[in-house]
């Protein structure tokens, strides 16, 4: 195997190890996946200030995240159907999270499920939430992750409807898979895969199976989830979940300022400044765009996390410029789960956290709370007014 240094060989790593179908699930935007390739576009165009001869030598990447101690200003962030991409995957992410020192969110459309993660962990974990139509299933989701001991409660406000994503419905991935042809004949090219999830906990939506009436299969899965995304998905549903959630909430989806301040007077805790991975909304702005507004209006009043194209400590280097106080990062270590399980996560998380100290230290920052604008030499596109 060769040397791998970094997440693109990481990637690299896991799109030969992982079924095509499921590699794609968690590498494809929606549409035209415009708004996918701004997300990178737009982070690389940011360009950052060398500063020289400045004493560095007492660097840290120790920051707080939601009040926490947290080795790296990053988190994990919840990506649905983890565990297709290794057996037990959101398992070996939160412990590969808890051993770097940063928090695991797991996704409601999680593989393994709370009880799963919780039982594995050794530390407590963020729970992502999406609000269905049937709402007893949310209060009782908010329920089991208040029994697991979760850390914060992050409710995902981009989801009414799903965006489309034309590899998804090329691949035949559906709830259960379609399985063609030519997904047979590459997954039997992935032994490793087999073997981890044949021998793990699940192989279907851990918090979904089981735990809603007429639901007790994949069989019966597909069309209940399809039916349970919600239009009507609104403010109110806000506040009736910070009502019922005592804990940090985090807010995640916001690219507007507007929502950002209703946010805040919701009683968010912190928000995530995202576009879904360019997975919803085609022709959204990228979200590092979207970023220095939405800072210079509540960055002093709710803790902001930035999501959207985090590849590397530059990255980070960039989000937390602009007002960033951590990142979320989906793929990147998605492709470490992929290319090797639970070591291949800690790679992910320690190849960011070398970049970010060695350009901490190449930009004269000795501490994360030094970074700002300062860092900044030039941006290459304009702010989102």
Known sequence: MATITCIEDLRALARRRVPKMFFDYAESGSYAEETLAANRRDLEAILLRQKILVDVSKRSTATKILGKPA?????????????????????????????????FCLSTMSVCSIEDVAEEASEPFWFQLYVMRDRKFAQSLIERAKAAKCSALVLTVDLQVLGQRHRD????????????????????????????????????????????????????????????????????????????????????????????????????????????????????????????????????????????????????????????????????????????????????????RKELETTMALTGMNTIGEIGPQVIAKSGWPRND
């Open 71 to 103: 080795a790296v200003p990053l988190v994990l962030a919840p990506i649905g159907l983890c565990g297709m991409q290794r057996g037990n995957g959101e398992i070996l992410a939160a412990k590969a999270a808890a051993k770097a020192g940063v928090p």
């Open 169 to 352: 419905i090329k691949n035949g991935l559906s709830v259960p898979p379609k399985m063609k042809l030519a997904n047979l004949i590459d997954i039997a090219t992935k032994p490793a895969w087999i073997k981890s999830v044949l021998s793990a906990k699940r192989r279907t939506f851990g918090n979904i199976v089981g735990h809603v009436e007429g639901v007790a299969d994949t069989s019966s899965l597909g069309e209940w989830v399809q039916s349970q995304f919600d239009p009507a998905l609104s403010w109110e549903d806000v506040k009736w979940i910070r009502g019922a959630w005592k804990g940090p909430l985090v807010l995640k989806g916001i690219l507007e300022v507007e929502d950002a301040k209703l946010a805040v007077e919701h009683g968010a805790d912190a928000i995530v400044v995202s576009n879904h991975g360019g997975r919803q909304l085609d022709g959204a702005p990228s979200s590092i765009s979207a970023l220095p507004n939405i800072a210079e209006a509540v960055g002093s009043k709710v803790e902001l996390l930035f999501d959207g194209g985090v590849r590397s400590g530059q990255d980070v280097m960039r989000a937390l410029a602009l007002g960033a106080k951590a990142c979320m990062i989906g793929r990147a270590y998605i492709y470490g789960l992929g290319a090797l399980g639970e070591e291949g996560v800690g790679e992910a998380i320690g190849f960011i």
